[in-house]
């Protein structure tokens, strides 16, 4: 990652990073949802929402795992 994706060496950086991460994560979002033929189902919980993406394929269902993973190690990474 980048200095500048996390804020590094900026004043301020660590709101700026997060973000800036948000936005990532959040497109990352985008692109799973997008993924032709992926399911997608929301269900409000007591505190916010659980997403399912649900893909047609084995391949997707693999894209859709690294995709999620991905998202939940920046989520731990920027200490939430």
Do not use: Y
Request: net charge positive; hydrophobic share 45%; proline share 2%.
């Amino acid at each position: 990652m980048c200095d500048h994706m996390m804020g590094g060496g900026m004043m301020g950086g660590g709101a700026m990073g997060g973000g800036m991460m948000m936005g990532h994560m959040m497109g990352g979002m985008g692109a799973m949802m997008n993924a032709p033929g992926t399911k997608v189902d929301v269900k409000k919980t007591d505190k916010g929402v659980t997403i399912t993406l649900t893909a047609p394929d084995a391949a997707g269902a693999a894209r859709l795992q690294k995709m999620a993973e991905a998202m939940r190690l920046m989520h731990e990474a920027m200490g939430q």
